[in-house]
């Protein structure tokens, strides 16, 4: 048996959670699928899969065997860059989670570069708002723009993430334009989910003030809450980069200038230091150099 190869399916056939869908990923028939998994688990002495005619999932036994499988991989590609250096550009699978609107305004783009640069590489773009987890959702890397990162995950930090208060002309012709940060209380403000739903920081030279704040509208995406300031809803607080070109073009006002929203980190963050696939660590040091040319803040 070619362990290498039988570990390969095993790490399809987890992640796809089908024998057929990971025979069509890899080129091969369902029947080959269905003995590599049975001669690795022959060899291991592990039931790696509870089967039933309507569902497969893996064992305990399975999971601590794919942590194994994913280090032997690792491991095989080590060898085979260094055996032959002429043919070290990584390849494989990169499974990528991150927001709606980063993923939209500058990841995709991004990765359009790294795959042109990289063609052996194929990535898988999870996108959502809410921070996926890791492990259970076997994510090579998730980028994530916060100030509170699991100390648990390994965080590579990339830059620094400044939002900005907009809204359109005509909202403002409407409800009047405010003055000072205390006046955006009176207004209606559309809110994030987990970030800010009911109060705004600020700071200005030092010093630090929090404004209530509320609204008719609020969301876990960004994207919608853009979309709700651009059809003169309210004010948003939105990430710099998601509305420059918009400020640029006039179709967004910023307001209250003079005072800086709190800023948040832009984060690679993955499970662990060790035996990181190289095509994972390839993709890592490439967004962290690719994130220095772009728009971040004001």
Not at 57 to 76: N, P, V, W, Y
Not at 80 to 107: D, Q, V, W, Y
Not at 139 to 144: S, W
Not at 157 to 163: D, M
Request: hydrophobic fraction near 40%.
């Amino acid at each position: 048996m070619d362990r290498i190869k039988a570990a390969e399916v095993f790490i399809e056939v987890s992640e796809r959670g089908s024998f057929s869908a990971a025979g069509e990923a890899l080129g091969m028939s369902r029947p080959m699928v269905t003995r590599y998994i049975a001669e690795l688990e022959a060899w291991t002495g592990l039931r790696l899969f509870q089967r039933t005619t309507r569902k497969l999932s893996i064992t305990a036994a399975g999971e601590a065997c794919l942590h194994r499988c994913k280090q032997m991989i690792e491991l095989a590609h080590e060898i085979e860059m260094t055996a032959s250096p002429i043919e070290s550009l990584p390849k494989g699978r990169i499974r990528i989670a991150a927001s709606n609107s980063f993923a939209k305004a500058h990841l995709t783009k991004a990765i359009s570069v790294f795959l042109e640069k990289y063609p052996k590489t194929e990535v898988e773009l999870v996108v959502g708002d809410k921070a996926t987890d890791l492990i259970d959702s076997k994510i090579d890397i998730a980028i994530r723009i916060s100030n509170d990162i699991d100390p648990g995950l390994i965080a590579k930090k990339l830059g620094s993430i400044k939002s900005t208060i907009v809204a359109t002309s005509e909202y403002l012709k409407k409800f009047g334009t405010p003055q000072k940060i205390t006046d955006l209380s009176t207004h209606n403000c559309l809110t994030h989910s987990y970030v800010g739903r009911t109060k705004w920081t600020f700071s200005k030279r030092g010093q630090k003030q929090e404004v209530a704040v509320r609204g008719n509208l609020y969301s876990n995406e960004t994207i919608v809450l853009l979309q709700g300031v651009l059809s003169h809803v309210g004010i948003g607080m939105l990430p710099y980069y998601l509305v420059y070109q918009m400020i640029e073009e006039k179709k967004l006002i910023p307001l209250v200038k003079d005072w800086q929203v709190t800023e948040f980190g832009l984060y690679a963050v993955y499970v662990s230091k060790k035996y990181i696939p190289p095509a994972v660590r390839t993709f890592i040091d490439f967004l962290s150099t690719e994130m220095k040319s772009t728009a971040w803040e004001p």
